[in-house]
Protein backbone atom coordinates (compact mmCIF):
# COMPACT_ATOMS: atom_id res chain seq x y z
CA UNK A 1 0.00 0.00 0.00
CA UNK A 2 2.46 2.16 0.39
CA UNK A 3 4.15 2.40 -2.94
CA UNK A 4 0.14 2.79 -4.00
CA UNK A 5 -0.36 5.55 -1.96
CA UNK A 6 3.26 7.61 -2.11
CA UNK A 7 2.82 7.59 -5.78
CA UNK A 8 -0.87 8.76 -5.44
CA UNK A 9 0.83 11.57 -3.29
CA UNK A 10 3.14 12.57 -5.37
CA UNK A 11 0.98 12.53 -8.56
CA UNK A 12 -1.76 15.11 -6.50
CA UNK A 13 1.61 17.12 -5.84
CA UNK A 14 2.90 17.37 -9.35
CA UNK A 15 -0.68 18.56 -10.31
CA UNK A 16 -1.08 21.02 -7.54
CA UNK A 17 1.86 22.74 -8.47
CA UNK A 18 0.93 22.92 -12.03
CA UNK A 19 -2.94 24.27 -11.40
CA UNK A 20 -1.57 26.74 -8.78
CA UNK A 21 1.36 28.38 -10.79
CA UNK A 22 -0.93 28.25 -13.96
CA UNK A 23 -3.27 30.47 -11.78
CA UNK A 24 -0.78 32.69 -10.09
CA UNK A 25 0.26 33.68 -13.68
CA UNK A 26 -3.02 34.98 -14.11
CA UNK A 27 -3.68 36.64 -11.31
CA UNK A 28 -2.06 40.06 -12.54
CA UNK A 29 -4.61 40.28 -15.54
CA UNK A 30 -7.36 38.57 -13.90
CA UNK A 31 -8.65 35.41 -12.23
CA UNK A 32 -9.02 31.69 -13.83
CA UNK A 33 -11.96 30.56 -15.11
CA UNK A 34 -13.33 27.32 -15.73
CA UNK A 35 -12.17 27.50 -19.75
CA UNK A 36 -8.54 28.31 -18.14
CA UNK A 37 -8.93 25.29 -16.10
CA UNK A 38 -10.16 22.99 -18.71
CA UNK A 39 -7.28 24.01 -20.64
CA UNK A 40 -5.13 23.49 -18.19
CA UNK A 41 -6.62 19.64 -17.38
CA UNK A 42 -6.32 19.05 -21.01
CA UNK A 43 -2.50 20.10 -21.03
CA UNK A 44 -2.07 18.18 -18.12
CA UNK A 45 -3.22 14.92 -19.62
CA UNK A 46 -1.34 15.33 -22.77
CA UNK A 47 1.77 14.83 -20.68
CA UNK A 48 0.54 11.51 -19.74
CA UNK A 49 3.92 9.46 -18.77
CA UNK A 50 5.39 10.48 -14.86
CA UNK A 51 8.68 11.46 -16.94
CA UNK A 52 7.19 14.11 -19.03
CA UNK A 53 5.41 15.42 -16.19
CA UNK A 54 8.37 15.90 -13.91
CA UNK A 55 10.09 17.47 -16.79
CA UNK A 56 7.76 19.84 -17.79
CA UNK A 57 6.82 20.64 -14.30
CA UNK A 58 10.25 21.41 -13.50
CA UNK A 59 10.60 23.53 -16.57
CA UNK A 60 7.43 25.24 -15.85
CA UNK A 61 8.84 25.94 -12.45
CA UNK A 62 12.64 26.63 -13.03
CA UNK A 63 13.34 27.17 -16.16
CA UNK A 64 14.90 24.07 -16.37
CA UNK A 65 14.54 19.98 -17.05
CA UNK A 66 14.01 17.85 -13.56
CA UNK A 67 17.71 16.01 -14.28
CA UNK A 68 19.44 19.52 -14.62
CA UNK A 69 17.64 21.18 -11.74
CA UNK A 70 18.64 18.33 -9.55
CA UNK A 71 22.42 19.10 -10.72
CA UNK A 72 22.20 22.13 -9.03
CA UNK A 73 20.59 21.00 -6.24
CA UNK A 74 22.32 17.65 -5.12
CA UNK A 75 21.25 17.85 -1.12
CA UNK A 76 17.99 17.17 -2.45
CA UNK A 77 19.11 13.91 -3.14
CA UNK A 78 21.74 13.25 -0.11
CA UNK A 79 18.76 11.00 1.46
CA UNK A 80 18.46 8.71 -1.39
CA UNK A 81 22.16 8.26 -1.82
CA UNK A 82 22.92 7.75 1.69
CA UNK A 83 20.37 4.92 2.47
CA UNK A 84 20.81 3.57 -1.35
CA UNK A 85 23.85 4.09 -2.49
CA UNK A 86 23.72 2.21 -5.81
CA UNK A 87 21.18 5.13 -7.02
CA UNK A 88 24.64 6.99 -7.20
CA UNK A 89 25.34 4.81 -10.18
CA UNK A 90 22.44 6.40 -12.51
CA UNK A 91 22.96 8.98 -14.96
CA UNK A 92 19.14 10.56 -14.66
CA UNK A 93 17.62 10.97 -11.15
CA UNK A 94 14.29 11.21 -13.23
CA UNK A 95 15.18 7.61 -14.30
CA UNK A 96 15.89 6.37 -10.91
CA UNK A 97 12.29 8.03 -9.85
CA UNK A 98 10.55 6.41 -12.73
CA UNK A 99 12.16 2.95 -12.80
CA UNK A 100 12.05 2.61 -9.15
CA UNK A 101 9.16 4.22 -7.83
CA UNK A 102 6.56 4.57 -10.32
CA UNK A 103 7.05 1.60 -12.35
CA UNK A 104 6.49 -0.70 -9.24
CA UNK A 105 3.52 1.20 -8.53
CA UNK A 106 2.20 1.03 -12.38
CA UNK A 107 2.56 -2.99 -11.69
CA UNK A 108 0.44 -2.88 -8.64
CA UNK A 109 -2.17 -0.91 -10.10
CA UNK A 110 -2.12 -2.30 -13.97
CA UNK A 111 -0.73 -5.97 -13.14
CA UNK A 112 -1.83 -6.77 -9.88
CA UNK A 113 1.85 -7.56 -8.95
CA UNK A 114 1.17 -7.51 -4.72
CA UNK A 115 4.27 -9.28 -3.72
CA UNK A 116 6.75 -6.46 -2.92
CA UNK A 117 8.81 -6.78 0.28
CA UNK A 118 9.28 -4.51 2.56
CA UNK A 119 12.65 -3.32 1.56
CA UNK A 120 10.96 -1.95 -1.90
CA UNK A 121 8.21 -0.66 -0.06
CA UNK A 122 10.69 1.30 2.23
CA UNK A 123 12.45 2.54 -0.78
CA UNK A 124 10.01 3.96 -2.56
CA UNK A 125 8.82 5.67 0.58
CA UNK A 126 12.15 7.15 0.87
CA UNK A 127 11.77 7.90 -3.08
CA UNK A 128 8.41 9.49 -2.38
CA UNK A 129 9.70 11.72 0.26
CA UNK A 130 13.24 12.82 -1.81
CA UNK A 131 10.36 13.76 -4.65
CA UNK A 132 8.16 15.71 -2.19
CA UNK A 133 11.19 17.62 -1.23
CA UNK A 134 12.38 18.39 -4.73
CA UNK A 135 9.13 19.66 -6.14
CA UNK A 136 8.77 21.42 -2.53
CA UNK A 137 12.28 23.30 -3.63
CA UNK A 138 10.47 23.63 -7.51
CA UNK A 139 7.84 25.39 -5.47
CA UNK A 140 10.20 28.04 -3.61
CA UNK A 141 12.09 28.89 -6.54
CA UNK A 142 9.31 29.38 -8.63
CA UNK A 143 8.25 32.12 -5.37
CA UNK A 144 11.59 33.38 -5.08
CA UNK A 145 11.54 34.12 -9.16
CA UNK A 146 8.31 35.85 -8.93
CA UNK A 147 9.32 38.34 -5.34
CA UNK A 148 12.32 39.22 -7.29
CA UNK A 149 10.41 40.11 -10.54
CA UNK A 150 7.95 41.79 -8.16
CA UNK A 151 10.51 43.63 -6.32
CA UNK A 152 12.07 44.66 -9.88
CA UNK A 153 8.84 46.09 -10.88
CA UNK A 154 8.56 47.86 -7.28
CA UNK A 155 11.89 49.57 -7.75
CA UNK A 156 11.38 50.69 -11.48
CA UNK A 157 8.32 52.37 -10.59
CA UNK A 158 10.01 54.24 -7.91
CA UNK A 159 13.11 55.39 -9.69
CA UNK A 160 10.36 56.68 -12.50
Not at 88 to 98: C, E, I, K, M
Amino acid sequence: MVIVLSAMAVECQLARLFFKWNEVDLIPTRFSTQVDNDAWEEQWRKWFSIAVRLDRLSIFLTGEGFDSFLSHNAELMKSVHTKYPTSTGRASPRDLFVQEFFYKRNKIVHAGKIDYTQVEGEMCFTLANALWGILEAMDKQRIKAMDEKHNAQISNAENS
